[in-house]
């Protein structure tokens, strides 16, 4: 699809989708969203581009095959558990602690936001490793 309004309007727009992903990336440790609906949002936003650009502008963007991201996703997801074998629970039990950061309200983090990271890069991953064979079979 060669539109000029659609090229203009996917490098305004997909800056902001991405960084709308990380937001629910992040929202999802307190409040609905997370990894699966943050790396959806990300897919969207490669996805326009692949649109309004073409699939090998895409994959310049994303810097990693779609597959090899996925796979981090799965060890990031997979290794946010074993910190709590380091105590004696059960995997993936999730562990807490609070950051005091001067200036600001403390932080609490655990490692489920670990897990998010992992579903967010494997959703991303696995959505874009479909879309950019869709899209290269089409063309």
Same mark, same amino acid.
């Given at each position: 699809m060669s539109s000029l309004i659609l090229r203009t309007a996917t490098r305004y727009l997909v800056p !902001? !989708? !991405?960084l709308f992903s990380i937001y629910l990336l992040l929202a999802g440790h307190n409040y609905p969203g997370g990894g699966f609906v943050g790396g959806l949002a990300a897919a969207a936003g490669l996805s326009l581009y692949a649109l309004a650009f073409d699939v090998a502008s895409a994959k310049?963007? &994303?810097k990693i095959s779609p597959t090899g991201l996925a796979g981090l996703g !799965? &060890?990031?997801s997979s290794a946010s558990g074993l910190p709590a074998l380091t105590e004696s629970r059960p995997y993936l039990t999730g562990l807490w602690? /609070? &950051?005091h950061a001067p200036g600001f309200e403390p932080l609490k983090v655990g490692t489920p936001i670990l897990f998010d990271l992992? /579903?967010?890069l494997v959703v991303l991953g696995v959505t874009m490793s479909i879309i950019f064979a869709l899209a290269e079979e089409e063309g």
């Open positions: !902001l !989708l !991405l310049r963007m &994303l !799965l &060890l990031v602690t /609070v &950051l992992g /579903v967010y």
